[in-house]
């Protein structure tokens, strides 16, 4: 089996063979096997691009997203054509379910070559679903503010950067009321039985306020 994963930009290749073990990067377009699986021998020891035709697809890991959703996004479908070595097809796949934010992780594997029809899976890691968010610390007026200023709807896919993105939003509204020294203990608890769900738990420590006392200007001249 041939693994393809997408990580921190760049392309590695697995393959994985029971009784085999091969493991390369890609740079560019050079592939460097480690050793060999006999069934996929001719595809990693082809001097020339060979054409195969994709056999068929199938998607493990997926909970929440419809499989043949995932294979839509990705664009590979039945039947396409593909060039091995030089095809980018798979890198294109992957930064597409990537681009789309719904998955933390995405690996294509070649998991059987009859012929000229390769079949292939897609494994994603689906990013988890925001079920309900509370704030702790804080009063419930408060509570009513950071809500709009989050700006996290529920039952939506959650990224890091949402996360992030909401730590700063909860930092900045508490800034603006004089609390320099914020922190913000983000708590993330996956609720089983739920397709992925996920419940945030902002615990916030505002600090002391900063009291402004008096302003003294010294040495303040008027140039005419």
Not at 76 to 91: L, S
């Amino acid at each position: 089996m041939q693994r393809i994963f997408y990580q921190n930009a760049l392309l590695v290749f697995a393959f994985i063979i029971t009784g085999f073990h091969v493991s390369a990067q890609v740079n560019g377009d050079t592939t460097v096997p480690v050793s060999v699986n006999p069934a996929l021998q001719d595809i990693f020891n082809s001097k020339f691009p060979k054409e195969y035709t994709i056999g068929g697809i199938t998607v493990s890991g997926a909970k929440s997203f419809d499989q043949n959703l995932i294979i839509s996004i990705s664009g590979i479908a039945v039947g396409d054509k593909v060039q091995i070595p030089g095809t980018d097809v798979f890198g294109k796949a992957i930064s597409k379910l990537w681009k789309q934010s719904l998955v933390s992780n995405v690996e294509i594997s070649f998991t059987k070559l009859e012929g000229s029809l390769l079949f292939i899976d897609l494994k994603v890691t689906e990013r988890p679903r925001l079920l309900d968010y509370k704030f702790v610390g804080v009063k419930k007026g408060e509570r009513d503010d950071l809500v709009t200023k989050v700006a996290l709807a529920k039952d939506r896919v959650l990224s890091e950067n949402m996360t992030l993105n909401a730590v700063e939003a909860i930092k900045k509204f508490y800034n603006g009321k004089g609390y320099r020294n914020v922190e913000v203990d983000l708590k993330q608890e996956l609720i089983t039985g739920t397709n992925n769900g996920l419940i945030l738990t902002f615990v916030i420590n505002k600090g002391n306020k900063v009291h402004i006392n008096s302003i003294n200007f010294t040495d303040n001249y008027t140039i005419a």
